[in-house]
């Protein structure tokens, strides 16, 4: 368990909190590149790290990301004109670049030249892997665009989605870090149900309960799930966590294979959360990206304009208890659905100071543990572990292997590009 002073540094994120000045020492996901259609397209709201922001493309198809409100009188730019290289203010007409300057004052004499002196809060961002990423940190502590080999694979090759999360970002980190409750959570007992999850038969279900192996890096750490089966085998589950809020994980067939996943759980403020789910594949084009939304949960209709889930703590996310019966393991629809339900569950914020942890919580330890040690490192004017760590090539890997073997070498050498990496 964590103390009370614990819990209140880690998920808080607002300016000047530990974990958010932490956090603005890394890329963060700020919307989806697709969000953005087209220059001159109408801007986005985007809520980051407790910040109210408007992203928008200019005519040039440079992705912006500043202030929600006009420098003016702080109306919103949500409402703004993109237009001719920059986004108007519809209340006096000032108008912003996408580097905060200000171009033009439809409401001041040009004589007076009032618009070289106001300068609008704007972050710099970079576009990878179907992504706007964005820096909110110190200018001079800028580490390099994120590149992660999701990022890199072909369009064809990858698929990238969002979901809003109702609580804080931890709980859907911890939930992620989690490698026990996957074959519980996500079960379900019909094989080839059209249900998403995991089938009984999978080596995931069919093994005994974990040993969690933890192993600390320059990026955050890499993790095992090992499972004894029945016969003189072991299924091994490999992850990485990169800091602050990415999991790497084996793909959504759950049985092995040429299929990366992972999450991104980037804080919108303390209560909410912009859940990134990706996946890719090693080798081949991926025929139907939208079973991949369809196995989380956010396909066609399960997520609204904003990203919120149809299925929500509003309506018990339409939870079955026929299904829960005889179908699967909670009657609810949606591999990721099912995470946010249970985390959505504890509250807003959990509290930590009640909870028993066990062997099989390793991870989330862990994850604390450096977490807490980064903040406070970054706050005594130090680096963020891993903001300039290598990532390139980093993979999750599932597979089952003979109990004799060194299940560790092979995995190592499944879960980097270029083989096995200390």
Known sequence: ????????????????????????????????????SEPDCPPVRVRLLGERLVAFRDTAGRAGLLSEFCAHRGASLWFGRNEEGGLR?????????????????????DAFDFKAKVHLRAYPTVEA?????????????????????????????????KTWEECNWLQGLEGGLDTSHVPILHR???????????????????????????????????????RELASDEVYVRGYHFVMPFTQIRPGADFTGGDLVAGHMWAPM?????????????LTDAME????????????????DDRFRKARNQDNDYRIDRALQKTGTFTGIFGVNTQDHAIQESMGPIADRTVEQ???????????????????????????????????????AADRVLARASDWHAAMLAEMHADGARA
């Open 288 to 303: 139907d990206p939208q079973a991949v939304a369809r196995e989380l949960g956010s396909g066609p209709g399960e997520v």
């Open 129 to 161: 892997g179907g992504l706007v990423w964005a820096f909110m940190g110190p200018p001079e502590r800028k580490p390099p665009p994120p590149a992660f080999e999701w990022t890199q694979a072909p369009e064809t090759h990858r698929y990238v989605d």
């Open 1 to 36: 368990m964590l103390t009370e002073a614990e819990n209140e540094a880690l998920v808080r994120v607002g300016p000047g909190t530990s974990m958010g000045e932490l956090m603005r020492r890394y890329w963060m996901p700020a919307l989806l590149s697709r969000e953005l």
């Open 269 to 281: 403020d303390d209560h909410n959360t912009m859940v990134y789910n990706w996946e890719y594949s």
């Open 357 to 395: 942890l066990g062997q099989a919580d390793r991870a989330i330890i862990t994850a604390r543990k450096l977490l807490l040690d980064a903040a406070q490192a970054v706050a005594d004017g130090g680096e963020a572990l891993g903001a300039s760590a290598s990532v390139d090539g980093l993979r």
């Open 89 to 109: 203010c519809v209340f006096h007409g000032w108008k912003y670049d996408v580097d905060g300057n200000c171009l033009d004052m439809m409401n001041e004499p």
């Open 188 to 226: 379900r007992f019909e094989e080839g149900s059209p249900q998403p999850g995991v089938d009984a038969s999978a080596p995931l279900v069919r093994g005994r309960a974990p040993e969690v192996v933890v192993e600390t890096t320059g990026y955050g750490y890499r993790y095992f799930g090992v």
